[in-house]
């Protein structure tokens, strides 16, 4: 009975009883199976709105097929140092140059893209906190964290590089700020694939800091003075002279009105919830002061908790416009915002 609902809870529609059946029981015992699960997991989370840090697609999809033979490859930026042939096998055999890199035809524009929810909350703070788990972002590069700092960063965030190369393929960002970083996972990642030369990681949760501190001091060492890390509240509140010819970042979002602000942990607070978009107003205000001319901003988003329309008037009034607004068409919970000077 219990099976049953929770059968139920996860496969609602789209199959029919008897498909529903064969895969729940077939799950993971091969590699259909194991397809099979991904997809109905990838479902699954995306219409119960879960940020699931277990949903590295990359990681997924190569362990997916890997033969025992082949190397370790932790994320689509390391498929290119892959022998050739392997190159060619997953792209060839196993159709799978949708988890390497983004096309045209992947992408939504979003532009006229309407949503509003808009609510108000508290913000708190726990400090409780080991840094016990960690993450790789490349090989030999971990991010530390501690679960209370995760909020998509091990899954939804690192579809980002995939992202960048295709918005700006061949570019090395020189200054990187990741705002409301966390524990760093997207500037760390971006640094490991060579999307920039230096990231700033901000965030204003002090523990956050000190995991950020943590993976400084265990990463390659070259990478050693290409990062700074940095707590504020506020942009400009950040101490910090740099100019930054990117910025990105998952800051906390608009709150769903079918939630009230008990819903949520002191934690779930502060990594999810914008009471009044003050975050993002801050922002808007003062990041033009830190951004080089030709700078851009760069933002994750979650299409049911904001749209670009929320954003516009702080944007404008901070001497920025909106360039792009878009979502790759096979994650359509996650959408990116794309502004630069007027
Ligand atoms: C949605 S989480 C994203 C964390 C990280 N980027 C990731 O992808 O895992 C939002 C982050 O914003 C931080 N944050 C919340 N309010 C902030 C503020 N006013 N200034 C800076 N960071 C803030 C939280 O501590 C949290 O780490």
């Known amino acids: 009975m219990l099976a049953t609902m929770l059968a139920k809870s996860l496969f609602p529609t789209c199959l029919s009883p008897n498909q529903r059946i064969t895969t729940f029981s077939g799950m993971g015992r091969n590699k259909k199976g194991r397809k099979a699960l991904f997809c109905w997991l990838k479902y699954w989370s995306i219409s119960n ?3 699931d840090d277990s949903r590295n697609r990359w990681m997924n999809f190569y362990n997916d097929i890997k033969d025992p033979s082949w ?8 498929f290119w140092s892959l022998p050739n042939w392997i190159q060619h096998e997953i792209f060839e055999l196993h159709n799978g140059r949708e988890y390497v890199c983004l096309e045209s035809q992947d992408i939504e524009d979003l532009i006229d893209y309407r949503q509003q929810f808009l609510d108000q909350g508290n913000h708190n703070i726990s400090s409780d906190c080991v840094f016990d788990q960690k993450f790789p972002v490349g090989n030999n590069f971990y991010v530390y964290y501690s679960s209370n700092m995760l909020s998509g960063g091990a899954g939804v965030a690192q579809e980002y590089p995939r992202v960048m190369r295709y918005l700006y393929p061949d570019v090395k960002f020189k200054n990187c700020l990741n705002w409301c970083g966390g524990a760093g996972f997207i500037g760390f990642r971006f640094l490991a694939d060579g999307i ?4 700033t990681q901000m965030d204003c949760f002090p523990p956050a800091v000190d995991a950020c501190k943590l993976t400084v001091s265990h990463m390659p060492t070259h990478f050693v003075d290409c990062v700074d890390i940095v707590q504020s509240y506020t942009i400009a509140g950040m101490d910090t002279n740099k100019k930054f010819d990117l910025v990105v970042g998952r800051p906390p979002v608009v709150q769903l009105k079918k939630y009230s602000v008990n819903h949520y942990s002191a934690d779930g607070i502060r990594l999810g919830l914008d ?3 003050q975050i993002h107003q801050e922002f808007f205000a003062n990041i033009g002061n830190y951004l080089t001319d ?12 904001s ?10 009034a901070g001497g920025l416009k909106i360039t792009k607004v878009f979502r790759e068409k096979s994650y ?11």
């Open 332 to 342: 359509p919970l996650l959408y990116y915002m794309e502004i630069k000077r007027q």
């Open 275 to 277: 009471p009044g978009l």
């Open 49 to 51: 709105n879960m940020l």
């Open 294 to 305: 030709d700078g851009v901003i760069l933002l994750q988003k979650n299409v049911e908790r």
């Open 196 to 199: 920039c030369e230096h990231v």
């Open 71 to 78: 190397p370790e490859c932790c994320n689509e930026h390391e």
């Open 307 to 316: 749209d670009a329309s929320d954003f516009e008037q702080f944007i404008n």
